[in-house]
C-alpha cells in the first residue's frame, strides 16, 4: 500500500484484506437489494456506502490504530456494540416504504442498518418526495430530500453506468 494518502477505497480494502476477526464488511456488502430499489438504496447509502462495520468498538479501534500505524489514511466504522439507531417515525404519505424495509441484511447487522436507513423514505419520484416534511426522502432515481429541506438531484450517473457494465451488480443480489 502506497505511503501517501490512499484513496477511500483503499483504505476500506486494507481493513477488509486485514481479516481482523470482528471485521465485517463494508455496509455495502452487507445488503442485498432488489433490482427495482438498487439506485433509490445507492443514493441513500451515500457516503456510508464504504462504512466499515465491526463486531465492536474495541474491533473499531485497532483497526483505527492499524491505518494509522500504517499511514493508510482514515475510515469510518460502525462498532454494532456503540452505534446509535435513529428513531423512526412514522410516515402517512404516499411512500414506497423505508429504506431499512426494502434492503435484506443479517439481523446481527441491524444497529448499523438502521443507523443508515431508519430514517429514510423511498418514493417514485422528486414530485412525490416535496409532499414530505420532516423525512430524509429518497426517489426511485437516486434524488434525496433531506429532513433539514436540502436536495441531491438531477442525473444519477451510475444509472447509466449499471446498464453499462453493471457496477451495481454487487448491490442488486435479489430481483
Known amino acids: 500500500l502506497r505511503r501517501m494518502m490512499a484513496s477511500g477505497a483503499t483504505r476500506v480494502r486494507a481493513v477488509i484484506v486485514m481479516k481482523y476477526p470482528g471485521v465485517h464488511g463494508t455496509v455495502q456488502s452487507l445488503v442485498e437489494v432488489p433490482k427495482k430499489y438498487a439506485i433509490a438504496i445507492d443514493a441513500a447509502m451515500g457516503a456510508h456506502r464504504n462504512d466499515i462495520v465491526a463486531e465492536n468498538e474495541d474491533t473499531a479501534i485497532k483497526c483505527i490504530k492499524y491505518l494509522k500505524e500504517k499511514k493508510i489514511g482514515r475510515a469510518r466504522f460502525l462498532p454494532l456494540d456503540r452505534i446509535r439507531q435513529r428513531k423512526r417515525k412514522k410516515c402517512s404519505e404516499n411512500i414506497i416504504g423505508y429504506a431499512i424495509d426494502l434492503v ?65 451488480a454487487h448491490l442488486t443480489k435479489v430481483n
Open 104 to 168: 435484506n441484511f443479517g439481523k446481527k447487522f441491524s444497529p448499523a442498518m438502521e443507523h443508515i436507513f431508519g430514517s429514510t423514505v423511498v418514493v417514485e419520484s422528486i414530485d412525490d418526495a416535496k409532499k414530505i416534511r420532516g423525512f430524509r426522502v429518497v426517489t426511485l432515481d437516486g434524488d434525496v430530500v433531506e429532513s433539514s429541506g436540502a436536495m441531491t438531484g438531477g442525473y444519477y450517473y451510475r444509472k447509466e453506468r449499471e446498464r453499462k457494465n453493471g457496477l451495481m
